[in-house]
């Protein structure tokens, strides 16, 4: 075949493949997609940018938003299935459905405040029984429309509002989920001051390897807290939580000096920075023999960590669900801007204060930043 046949026979196939995939109209007539039952989702993605991430920001809401995709979809227990009691059904919004019984377990402490920001934006889009007719019978769809939209809204939210975080993946969005039809037990989101034993056996009950629960914890480079230490609200995780970088694996390896606010707080130790916050959990894992490479691993390495972390939330949003009967709307999460900065040491730190625990692989060599003492900013509410 000569060359010229080759090239004409692939732009076929191209065509082909074009003609496959097309796209459909939507009815707001502004917008298209490649499947219909996706468009219901373009007004809601455009309200919560502009009136609940502030137009696009990489702020509180985004951090709290994310934080609830993993304290919903982690109520899932493959134990107790498996022992034939509840277990929960992992991403399914039981969170803003039972959000009275749910938001009172001590480890979602605070995040009463997300569910209810949420809520109007659920309340206003009007779904109607003919958008969700594409999912499920219209019998069933004027009875589900409220409880559907609580369902996805979470994990769309999450997936939105990462996007606004330069550096981040665009996460993946699968619509389809039936509504939640009981809370999700109480004990299955782990705790700061939980144990590395604890915490890698509650996510293995959830089907989630020691890899995945290393690239989950790459959301705290976006985290902050507001109720470890209350005196302090909004207190980051790093020194960029406003960038979805590497610096959180940096500088939990960093020797911890002081407290940013009162001391004593149960699920804190003491950090590197002034302004920032190491959860004891974090800092356990950043050193036990089990985890401290996989940890070091994705110090200065950002597409690696925005790989393992895309993949393990994609696992995430869709824990408990059958995804056989989900559509996948992806398509209408806005690609991320690209990473700022380069990883670095804080300023007034060197090399000699990171705390070695991988035993097998030296710590990265890293620039050091110029200027006095790093201080860490709290995040401002939204």
Same mark, same amino acid.
């Given at each position: 075949?000569?060359?010229?046949?080759?090239?004409?026979?692939?732009?076929?196939?191209?065509?082909?493949?074009? $003609?496959?995939?097309?796209? /459909?109209?939507?009815?707001? %007539?502004?917008?298209?997609?490649?499947?219909?039952?996706?468009?219901?989702?373009?007004?809601?993605?455009?309200?919560?940018?502009?009136?609940?991430?502030?137009? %696009?920001?990489?702020?509180?809401?985004?951090?709290?938003?994310?934080?609830?995709?993993?304290?919903?979809?982690?109520?899932?227990?493959?134990?107790?299935?498996?022992?034939?009691?509840?277990?929960?059904?992992?991403? =399914?919004?039981?969170?803003?459905?039972?959000?009275?019984?749910?938001?009172?377990?001590?480890?979602?402490?605070?995040? =009463?405040?997300?569910?209810?920001?949420?809520?109007?934006?659920?309340?206003?889009?009007?779904?109607?029984?003919?958008?969700?007719?594409?999912?499920?019978?219209?019998?069933?769809?004027?009875?589900?429309?409220?409880?559907?939209?609580?369902?996805?809204?979470?994990?769309?939210? +999450?997936?939105? +509002?990462?996007?606004?975080?330069?550096?981040?993946?665009?996460?993946?969005?699968?619509?389809?989920?039936?509504?939640?039809?009981?809370?999700?037990?109480?004990?299955?989101?782990?705790?700061?001051?939980?144990?590395?034993?604890? &915490?890698?056996?509650?996510?293995?009950?959830? =089907?989630?390897?020691?890899?995945?629960?290393?690239?989950?914890?790459?959301?705290?480079?976006?985290?902050?807290?507001?109720?470890?230490?209350?005196?302090?609200?909004?207190?980051?995780?790093?020194?960029?939580?406003?960038?979805?970088?590497?610096?959180?694996?940096?500088?939990?390896?960093?020797?911890?000096?002081?407290?940013?606010?009162? +001391?004593?707080?149960?699920?804190?130790?003491?950090?590197?920075?002034?302004?920032?916050?190491?959860?004891?959990?974090?800092?356990?894992?950043?050193?036990?023999?089990?985890?401290?490479?996989?940890?070091?691993?994705? /110090?200065?390495?950002?597409?690696?960590?925005?790989?393992?972390? !895309?993949?393990?939330?994609?696992?995430?949003?869709?824990?408990?669900?059958?995804?056989?009967?989900?559509?996948?709307?992806?398509?209408? &999460?806005?690609?991320?801007?690209?990473? !700022?900065?380069?990883?670095?040491?804080?300023?007034?730190?060197?090399?000699?204060?990171?705390?070695? $625990?991988?035993?097998?692989?030296?710590?990265?060599?890293?620039?050091?930043?110029?200027?006095?003492?790093?201080?860490?900013?709290?995040?401002?509410?939204?």
């Amino acid at each position: 075949m000569s060359w010229k046949t080759l090239t004409a026979f692939i732009a076929l196939i191209g065509a082909a493949n074009a $003609a496959i995939i097309r796209r /459909v109209a939507c009815p707001d %007539g502004k917008n298209t997609a490649t499947n219909a039952a996706c468009c219901v989702l373009f007004a809601v993605r455009d309200d919560i940018q502009e009136n609940l991430f502030d137009n %696009g920001q990489c702020g509180e809401d985004v951090h709290e938003s994310l934080r609830l995709t993993f304290h919903d979809a982690i109520g899932w227990s493959l134990s107790a299935i498996a022992a034939g009691t509840f277990g929960g059904n992992g991403a =399914d919004g039981s969170i803003s459905t039972f959000s009275t019984t749910e938001t009172n377990f001590h480890a979602n402490n605070g995040i =009463d405040e997300i569910v209810e920001e949420q809520r109007p934006f659920i309340e206003r889009h009007n779904i109607t029984a003919g958008d969700l007719s594409v999912l499920f019978p219209i019998s069933r769809a004027h009875a589900l429309t409220l409880s559907l939209f609580m369902t996805y809204s979470i994990q769309f939210a +999450g997936a939105v +509002g990462v996007s606004n975080c330069p550096g981040a993946p665009q996460l993946e969005f699968m619509l389809g989920r039936p509504p939640a039809v009981a809370p999700a037990p109480d004990k299955t989101v782990p705790e700061p001051f939980d144990t590395v034993d604890s &915490i890698l056996a509650r996510f293995a009950d959830a =089907d989630f390897s020691t890899d995945e629960v290393i690239a989950l914890l790459s959301s705290h480079t976006i985290a902050a807290a507001d109720k470890v230490d209350e005196t302090i609200p909004g207190t980051p995780f790093d020194s960029t939580p406003e960038i979805f970088d590497t610096q959180f694996f940096i500088e939990t390896q960093l020797r911890g000096t002081l407290f940013p606010g009162t +001391g004593g707080n149960q699920g804190e130790v003491e950090s590197p920075l002034k302004g920032e916050m190491r959860l004891q959990s974090d800092s356990e894992l950043a050193r036990d023999s089990r985890t401290a490479c996989l940890w070091q691993g994705f /110090v200065n390495e950002q597409e690696k960590m925005v790989t393992a972390f !895309k993949s393990a939330m994609a696992k995430l949003a869709v824990t408990g669900q059958d995804t056989t009967s989900m559509i996948d709307c992806s398509e209408l &999460i806005p690609t991320p801007p690209a990473p !700022k900065g380069t990883a670095h040491l804080p300023a007034g730190l060197t090399h000699n204060d990171i705390e070695q $625990a991988c035993a097998t692989t030296p710590f990265p060599t890293l620039p050091t930043d110029p200027g006095p003492v790093t201080s860490v900013a709290a995040v401002p509410p939204s």
